[in-house]
C-alpha cells in the first residue's frame, strides 16, 4: 500500500510538471491515460494502452518525460514502459498484454526492459494490433519494416525489369494515384521482387514521411492475422491495416489454401482501393497460375497492373555487379566481373553471393585479385551452386540431338542438319553464356562475330514462323538446363 502511494504521489508531482509543459488537450490525451505501476529504486514503470501510444510518447514527449522524471527521482531515474492494450472492447475484461512489456526511452534517461526478449521484440515491433487513434491529433507512427537499401537508385534497370521499374517510379510519386493499383510484381525467386517493392516503399516514406507504409511477409501477415483470431482481435487487425496509405504484401503466393486470411485480405484490399490507397504484391508464380487463391482475390489483383521481372540479360548482370560494387566502395578489374557475369546467369541474388564469395576467398587466400586467381576459385564457388553454361556442353547437346559429330560444325559443309546444328549452337550459346559474338564465333566452327549475329537473328525468325522449328528449340533448351544441373 504504501509502495502503490509513493508511486502515484511521485507520478502525480510528475504530471503537475508536465501539466505546466504541454496544452491542456494534449496532457488529457497524452498523459491521463498512462498508469504508473511501481516504483523500484530511481526506475519508474508505466502503463500505456498502446504501442502508438508509446510511440508517440517516445516521439514527442521524450524531453519533458525526462525532465520530470529527473526532477523527481534525480539524475540517475530511468523510465520503464509496459505496453497494455486493455481489450475492454472485446467481451474480455481481462487485460490482454499486447507485447509482453518493457520498454525503454532514448535518452539521458536510459533503459531498463524488464527482460531483452521483450524489449528487442518491442524495438521490431510485430504489429501494433490495436491503434489507438485520437482525432485531431497526427496520426500514429509506424515502422514500416522496410530495409533502407532497397532503393530505386540502386535497383539497376535492365529488359529483364523495364515495366516493373518504370512503374514502380510512378507509383513512388504518387501512390494510390496511378493505374497501377494494386501492382503485382511477379517472377522468380531472386530477381529482384521484394527489391523493387520496398524501393517503392522508401521512395513514398521520403517524399511523404506523414505517410503510412507498411511492409509485410504474406507469411507473417498470415500469422499475425492468426494471432488476432485467437486472441478476439480480428477487427482492430483489419482495422489498423485499413489505416495505412500504402501496404506491400511480399509472396502472396503464401496465401494459397489459407481462406481465412485470403477473406481478410480480401476486405482489407477492398477498403484500401477503395479510399485510393496503395497496394503493392509480389509472387513467385504467374497470378494466372496461382493454385488455392479465391478467384475473387485473383481478379482483384488484375485489376492494376502486372508486372514480370525475369532473369538478367549479360549487359544488366554486369551493371548490377559494377553497382553494387561501386556502392560497396570496393574496387574490382572489370575483366573479372565480366567473368563472373558470364559465369552466373539466371539469378541476381546468386550474383551478389558469387562476387562476395569471391571476395572472401581472396581475402582468405590473400592472393591479389587477377582474372586467374578469380576463375580458379569461382570454379570452385560456382560449381557446387550454379549451373556454368558452357560452349562446349552446348555444342555437344545440340550436335547429339542432330545425330552428328560435333568436328563436323567446323566444315564448310551447308547440310541442313549440321547449318541447323551449327546456328542453334551459336544461338543458345549466346543465350546461356551472354559471352560475345566474337568468342562464340571462334569456338563453334572459326567463324567470325557477323556469323554469329546472323545465326541468332535467324534462329529467332524461325521460332516465330516455324511452329516445329520452335518446339525443337524449346526442347534443346530444357535440356541445356537440364544437363547442366546434373
Ligand atoms: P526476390 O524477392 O525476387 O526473390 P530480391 O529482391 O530479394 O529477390 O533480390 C535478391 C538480391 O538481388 C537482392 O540483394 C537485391 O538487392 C538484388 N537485386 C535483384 N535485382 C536487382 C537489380 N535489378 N538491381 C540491383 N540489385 C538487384
Ligand atoms: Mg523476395
Known amino acids: 500500500?504504501?509502495?502503490?502511494?509513493?508511486?502515484?504521489?511521485?507520478?502525480?508531482?510528475?504530471?503537475?510538471?508536465?501539466?505546466?509543459?504541454?496544452?491542456?488537450?494534449?496532457?488529457?490525451?497524452?498523459?491521463?491515460?498512462?498508469?504508473?505501476?511501481?516504483?523500484?529504486?530511481?526506475i519508474l514503470k508505466i502503463q500505456v494502452p498502446s504501442a502508438?501510444?508509446?510511440?508517440?510518447?517516445?516521439?514527442?514527449?521524450?524531453?519533458?518525460?525526462?525532465?520530470?522524471?529527473?526532477?523527481n527521482l534525480g539524475f540517475q531515474a530511468k523510465l520503464v514502459y509496459s505496453i497494455v492494450v486493455d481489450a475492454g472492447r472485446a467481451a474480455a475484461k481481462r487485460p490482454v498484454p499486447f507485447q509482453q512489456q518493457g520498454y525503454t526511452v532514448p535518452g539521458k534517461i536510459i533503459?531498463?526492459?524488464?527482460?531483452?526478449?521483450?524489449?528487442?521484440?518491442?524495438?521490431?515491433?510485430?504489429?501494433?494490433?490495436?491503434?489507438?487513434?485520437?482525432?485531431?491529433?497526427?496520426?500514429?507512427?509506424?515502422?514500416?519494416?522496410?530495409?533502407?537499401?532497397?532503393?530505386?537508385d540502386n535497383f539497376v534497370v535492365g529488359k529483364c525489369n523495364q515495366l516493373g521499374r518504370s512503374a514502380a517510379e510512378s507509383i513512388a510519386k504518387k501512390p494510390g494515384k496511378t493505374p497501377y493499383n494494386p501492382f503485382m510484381i511477379f517472377g522468380n525467386s531472386g530477381l529482384g521482387k521484394t527489391h523493387l517493392a520496398q524501393a517503392i516503399g522508401n521512395s513514398v516514406k521520403e517524399m511523404y514521411p506523414e505517410k503510412l507504409v507498411l511492409y509485410v511477409e504474406a507469411n507473417k501477415f498470415q500469422t499475425q492475422y492468426s494471432d488476432a483470431c485467437r486472441n478476439n482481435t480480428r477487427n482492430d487487425f483489419i482495422h489498423f491495416y485499413q489505416m495505412l496509405d500504402l501496404l506491400i504484401i511480399d509472396d502472396v503466393q503464401e496465401f494459397a489454401g489459407k481462406v481465412g486470411t485470403q477473406d481478410t485480405f480480401f476486405a482489407i484490399f477492398n477498403s484500401l482501393h477503395q479510399s485510393g490507397k496503395q497496394i503493392i504484391l509480389t509472387c513467385d508464380t504467374m497470378p494466372s497460375e496461382l493454385k488455392g487463391l479465391n478467384d475473387r482475390l485473383l481478379s482483384r489483383f488484375r485489376w492494376g497492373l502486372t508486372a514480370e521481372v525475369s532473369a538478367p540479360d549479360f549487359q544488366t548482370r554486369l551493371n548490377i555487379l559494377k553497382k553494387k560494387v561501386y556502392n560497396d566502395g570496393m574496387e574490382i578489374p572489370d575483366d573479372i566481373l565480366e567473368y563472373i557475369a558470364h559465369t552466373v546467369v539466371s539469378n541476381v541474388r546468386e550474383l551478389e553471393g558469387t562476387?562476395?564469395?569471391?571476395?572472401?576467398?581472396?581475402?582468405?587466400?590473400?592472393?591479389?585479385?587477377?582474372?586467374e586467381t578469380a576463375q580458379n576459385l569461382l570454379g570452385k564457388i560456382v560449381r557446387e551452386s550454379d549451373p556454368e553454361y558452357s560452349v562446349d556442353f552446348i555444342v555437344r547437346t545440340v550436335c547429339g540431338h542432330f545425330g552428328i559429330k560435333e568436328s563436323v560444325l567446323s566444315s564448310k559443309s551447308r547440310a541442313k542438319d549440321i547449318a541447323s546444328a551449327r546456328q542453334l549452337s551459336m544461338y543458345f550459346s549466346k543465350q546461356f553464356t551472354g559471352l560475345p559474338y566474337k568468342t562464340i564465333g571462334e569456338k563453334i566452327g572459326g567463324r567470325d562475330h557477323s556469323t554469329v549475329l546472323h545465326a541468332c537473328k535467324a534462329v529467332a525468325k524461325a521460332v516465330e514462323t516455324d511452329p516445329k522449328?520452335?518446339?525443337?528449340?524449346?526442347?534443346?533448351?530444357?535440356?541445356?538446363?537440364e544437363g547442366e544441373k546434373n
Open 111 to 152: 533503459s531498463q526492459p524488464d527482460n531483452k526478449a521483450a524489449a528487442s521484440q518491442h524495438l521490431q515491433p510485430n504489429l501494433p494490433y490495436n491503434p489507438y487513434t485520437f482525432p485531431g491529433l497526427k496520426m500514429p507512427k509506424i515502422d514500416p519494416q522496410l530495409n533502407s537499401n532497397y532503393t530505386l
Open 52 to 71: 502508438y501510444f508509446y510511440e508517440y510518447l517516445e516521439a514527442n514527449y521524450v524531453g519533458l518525460l525526462r525532465s520530470a522524471l529527473q526532477k
Open 469 to 481: 522449328f520452335k518446339e525443337t528449340v524449346l526442347f534443346l533448351e530444357e535440356k541445356i538446363k
Open 355 to 371: 562476387l562476395i564469395s569471391l571476395l572472401a576467398a581472396s581475402t582468405f587466400t590473400r592472393c591479389d585479385l587477377t582474372l
Open 1 to 42: 500500500m504504501e509502495m502503490e502511494n509513493n508511486v502515484s504521489s511521485i507520478w502525480n508531482k510528475c504530471l503537475d510538471f508536465i501539466k505546466d509543459n504541454v496544452p491542456e488537450s494534449s496532457f488529457r490525451t497524452w498523459f491521463t491515460p498512462i498508469v504508473p505501476l511501481k516504483i523500484d529504486g530511481n
